[in-house]
């Protein structure tokens, strides 16, 4: 579906993007995820002709679109026409109602009329900017322009959606309907590409993640694969609650006491079996065992230090 | 092509279109009092007015519309990087060739809009002062307003080539301004002041004394002579200002003499005729436009958008 290798862009000094190389393949969530500065933005606007990178090859839909500092700009046009975009930091035409917006929008992709409207209506419902489409969007607040930003992505029905920070600005009803608007979208077997580095948004909606850090893609995988590599490299930590004190000298695992009888144990392996049994060679019982597992946000916090 | 009417409703909504179209009415009020005052020592009135009002949209067209066509092709480019339409816009199935002249020619439209009505109102003006329209005034006008929009599309096009060299829109508005002034009001002076030191020196004259001393033949051999350096200077060195060489043109369309009675007449020669007597200054306006706008979309076409 998307393509991107060995993709090298230079600003001045700053080298955004250093050999990249990442695939989104048909039916996935990707979460793009990065630190500010690391390259996401950069990577999106490659992809779609927005900038020009130095070196390397981008290929949208198995064509190839970019090559060496050069863009095919009839297959890249051609690629565009099954792909929808929301940028980060956009504010749209402040003349226009959201209705204008998409039909202007429509236009571009060539939408017949009839089709052009049932199509607008129903993406307005489906952004929740239905009341409002005859104001215009100069007098939209931030959310209600993503809103209207992520309608003017969906209006070719796209095969692939690119959705660059999509939920900053948005309040928690406007995050979990955006949520439940990409799942829609790959429930109806559509590609989404999602950068963010709000990794709560990231973990919820995507199947896959990738994460960039100074133009170079560290890591890409399921998010359950990326957890059980972190444990496996990390150590599993498991918190547990005696009723009794307990000596830890003979065992083989790192324990240090949190509080009375509350311990942290942090093996390479899940040994809360093993844990149990030397408790209970000591006489003494396990009344709470916890075993804490990361979040995608320790994982990507530990990657990017 | 797509974007020309997102463009043109989006500049026929700028403040700075409207405040434009308020600033031709105030002065065309004012003006036209004036003419209608002229016409009363005038042996030919007609021809007078005909001169009059192509004069004047003339200048209206050089002080305001050309101000406005500048400065909206000056903010064309960046001020969508700056608000993100750019990267909307572009992330459709759309070139950058096909995006960047739908933005020139709804602009375009913008400025014929600010002409036509420039044009209506001279009519509208000269209707109410009680004078009337000729067949040879609407034609004159209808070429003259041809000329102005070569002039104006040339100043829209280096606005645009502007637009996508300075990042800043309020930055590269600055510099719109300045060009636009220093260009059309700074520089000829400067270069006019050289064509007079020229003229001087041919005729041996050192001071307005030495003037006085030429006959009324050689004084009027001095004025042709300078009125052709005039021209020769503004195409030398002011080549890239249209609204100067647009006026050396217009300067031809009537030979006004002066009779011993105290009236004058005006010889109307006509736009046709002004045209044809200057072709260098017709096909540098005409010529550049394309120009700018092949480096515009050079530019264009290697530009990050982010």
Same mark, same amino acid.
Not at chain 1, 231 to 253: C, F, H, M, Q
Not at chain 1, 277 to 295: C, H, N, W, Y
């Given at each position: 579906? !998307?393509?991107?290798?060995?993709?090298v *862009?230079?600003?001045?000094?700053?080298?955004?993007?250093d050999?990249?190389?990442?695939?989104?393949?048909?039916?996935?969530?990707?979460?793009?995820?990065? /630190?500010?500065?690391?390259?996401?933005?950069?990577?999106?606007?490659?992809?779609?002709?927005?900038?020009?990178?130095?070196?390397? #090859?981008?290929?949208?839909?198995?064509?190839?679109?970019?090559?060496?500092?050069?863009f095919?700009?009839? #297959?890249?046009?051609?690629?565009?026409?099954?792909?929808?975009?929301?940028?980060?930091?956009?504010?749209?035409?402040?003349?226009?109602?959201?209705?204008q917006t !998409?039909?202007?929008?429509?236009?571009?992709?060539?939408?017949?009329?009839?089709?052009?409207? *049932?199509?607008?209506?129903e993406?307005? %419902?489906?952004?929740?900017?239905?009341?409002?489409?005859?104001?215009?969007?100069?007098?939209?607040?931030?959310?209600?322009?993503?809103?209207?930003?992520?309608?003017?992505?969906?209006?070719?029905?796209?095969?692939?959606?690119?959705?660059?920070?999509?939920?900053?600005?948005?309040?928690?009803?406007?995050?979990?309907?955006?949520?439940e608007?990409?799942?829609?979208?790959?429930?109806a077997?559509?590609?989404?590409?999602?950068?963010?580095?709000?990794?709560?948004?990231?973990?919820?909606?995507? %199947?896959?993640?990738?994460?960039?850090?100074?133009?170079?893609?560290?890591?890409?995988?399921?998010?359950?694969?990326?957890?059980?590599e &972190?444990?496996?490299?990390?150590?599993? +930590?498991?918190?547990?609650?005696?009723?009794?004190?307990?000596?830890?000298?003979?065992?083989?695992?790192s324990?240090?006491?949190?509080?009375?009888?509350?311990?942290?144990?942090?093996?390479?392996?899940?040994?809360?079996?093993?844990?149990?049994? &030397?408790?209970?060679?000591?006489?003494?019982?396990?009344?709470?065992?916890?075993?804490?597992?990361?979040?995608?946000?320790?994982?990507?916090?530990?990657?990017?230090? | 092509?797509?974007?020309?009417?997102?463009?043109?409703k989006?500049?026929?909504?700028?403040?700075? $279109?409207?405040?434009?179209?308020?600033?031709?009415?105030?002065?065309?009020?004012?003006? $036209?009092?004036?003419?209608?005052?002229?016409?009363?020592?005038?042996?030919?009135?007609?021809?007078?007015?005909?001169?009059?009002?192509?004069?004047?949209?003339?200048?209206?067209?050089?002080?305001?519309?050309?101000?406005?066509?500048l400065?909206?092709?000056? +903010?064309?480019?960046?001020?969508?990087?700056? %608000?993100?339409?750019?990267?909307?816009? !572009?992330?459709?199935?759309?070139?950058?060739?096909?995006?960047?002249?739908?933005?020139?020619?709804?602009?375009? =439209?913008?400025?014929?809009?600010?002409?036509?009505?420039?044009?209506?109102?001279?009519?509208?003006?000269?209707?109410?002062?009680?004078?009337?329209? +000729?067949?040879?005034?609407?034609?004159? =006008?209808?070429?003259?307003n !041809?000329?102005?929009?070569?002039?104006?599309?040339?100043?829209?096009? =280096?606005?645009?080539?502007?637009?996508?060299?300075?990042?800043?829109?309020?930055?590269?508005?600055?510099?719109?301004?300045?060009?636009?002034?220093?260009?059309?009001l700074?520089?000829?002076?400067?270069?006019d002041?050289?064509?007079?030191?020229?003229?001087?020196?041919?005729?041996?004259i050192?001071?307005?004394?030495?003037?006085?001393?030429?006959?009324?033949?050689?004084?009027?051999?001095?004025?042709?002579?300078?009125?052709?350096?005039?021209?020769?200077?503004?195409?030398?060195?002011? &080549?890239?200002?249209?609204?100067? =060489?647009?006026?050396d043109?217009?300067?031809?369309?009537?030979?006004?003499?002066?009779?011993?009675?105290?009236?004058?007449?005006?010889?109307?020669?006509?736009?046709?005729?002004?045209?044809?007597?200057? /072709?260098a200054?017709?096909?540098?306006?005409?010529?550049?436009?394309?120009?700018?706008?092949?480096?515009?979309?050079? #530019?264009?076409?290697?530009?990050?958008?982010?």
């Amino acid at each position: 579906m !998307l393509r991107v290798e060995n993709l090298v *862009k230079v600003y001045k000094d700053v080298r955004a993007l250093d050999g990249l190389n990442l695939e989104v393949k048909p039916g996935q969530v990707y979460g793009f995820l990065g /630190p500010n500065g690391a390259g996401k933005s950069t990577t999106i606007l490659s992809t779609l002709g927005l900038i020009f990178p130095q070196e390397g #090859r981008i290929e949208l839909f198995g064509e190839e679109v970019f090559r060496d500092g050069r863009f095919d700009e009839g #297959r890249l046009v051609k690629a565009k026409a099954r792909v929808g975009y929301m940028p980060e930091h956009a504010t749209l035409w402040d003349f226009l109602t959201p209705e204008q917006t !998409l039909d202007v929008i429509a236009d571009a992709f060539g939408i017949p009329r009839a089709e052009k409207e *049932k199509r607008i209506g129903e993406l307005l %419902d489906l952004v929740g900017l239905k009341e409002v489409r005859n104001r215009k969007v100069g007098k939209f607040s931030k959310g209600m322009r993503q809103r209207l930003l992520l309608a003017q992505a969906l209006i070719n029905d796209p095969e692939l959606l690119i959705l660059d920070e999509p939920m900053t600005g948005l309040d928690p009803k406007g995050i979990a309907e955006f949520k439940e608007i990409i799942r829609e979208q790959r429930k109806a077997g559509k590609t989404v590409f999602f950068s963010s580095h709000i990794l709560a948004h990231v973990e919820e909606v995507c %199947d896959t993640v990738g994460v960039i850090v100074k133009g170079k893609l560290r890591l890409e995988d399921s998010i359950e694969n990326i957890k059980r590599e &972190f444990l496996r490299k990390a150590g599993y +930590t498991i918190i547990i609650e005696t009723n009794k004190p307990v000596d830890w000298s003979s065992a083989e695992w790192s324990v240090s006491p949190l509080d009375s009888n509350k311990y942290r144990v942090v093996a390479s392996r899940d040994v809360r079996e093993e844990i149990h049994d &030397f408790v209970a060679g000591q006489g003494a019982k396990i009344l709470t065992m916890q075993i804490r597992e990361p979040s995608l946000e320790e994982i990507f916090l530990r990657m990017v230090d | 092509m797509w974007g020309f009417e997102l463009e043109l409703k989006k500049s026929l909504r700028t403040k700075k $279109f409207w405040l434009i179209l308020v600033l031709i009415l105030l002065i065309y009020a004012m003006a $036209f009092r004036e003419v209608r005052d002229n016409l009363e020592g005038a042996t030919n009135p007609q021809e007078v007015l005909v001169t009059s009002v192509v004069g004047y949209i003339a200048v209206s067209a050089f002080l305001f519309i050309g101000l406005y066509a500048l400065m909206a092709g000056a +903010t064309a480019v960046n001020s969508d990087l700056e %608000d993100g339409t750019v990267r909307v816009s !572009l992330s459709k199935p759309l070139g950058r060739v096909s995006y960047l002249l739908g933005k020139f020619l709804g602009q375009a =439209l913008s400025i014929v809009v600010a002409m036509a009505f420039a044009t209506l109102l001279s009519f509208a003006i000269t209707k109410y002062y009680g004078l009337s329209l +000729t067949a040879s005034l609407v034609g004159d =006008l209808v070429l003259s307003n !041809l000329l102005i929009l070569l002039a104006m599309l040339q100043l829209l096009a =280096l606005g645009l080539l502007i637009s996508t060299l300075i990042r800043s829109s309020n930055t590269a508005l600055g510099l719109a301004l300045v060009m636009f002034f220093v260009t059309g009001l700074v520089m000829p002076q400067v270069v006019d002041g050289f064509a007079e030191d020229k003229a001087k020196e041919e005729f041996g004259i050192e001071d307005w004394k030495d003037f006085d001393k030429l006959s009324q033949g050689e004084k009027m051999a001095y004025r042709e002579r300078l009125d052709e350096l005039y021209r020769e200077y503004h195409l030398r060195y002011l &080549f890239y200002a249209p609204q100067v =060489l647009m006026l050396d043109v217009f300067t031809d369309i009537d030979r006004t003499t002066f009779n011993d009675d105290g009236t004058y007449t005006v010889e109307y020669i006509g736009v046709k005729r002004a045209i044809a007597d200057n /072709p260098a200054q017709t096909a540098l306006m005409a010529g550049l436009v394309p120009v700018y706008l092949g480096l515009t979309l050079f #530019r264009f076409r290697r530009m990050d958008l982010r």
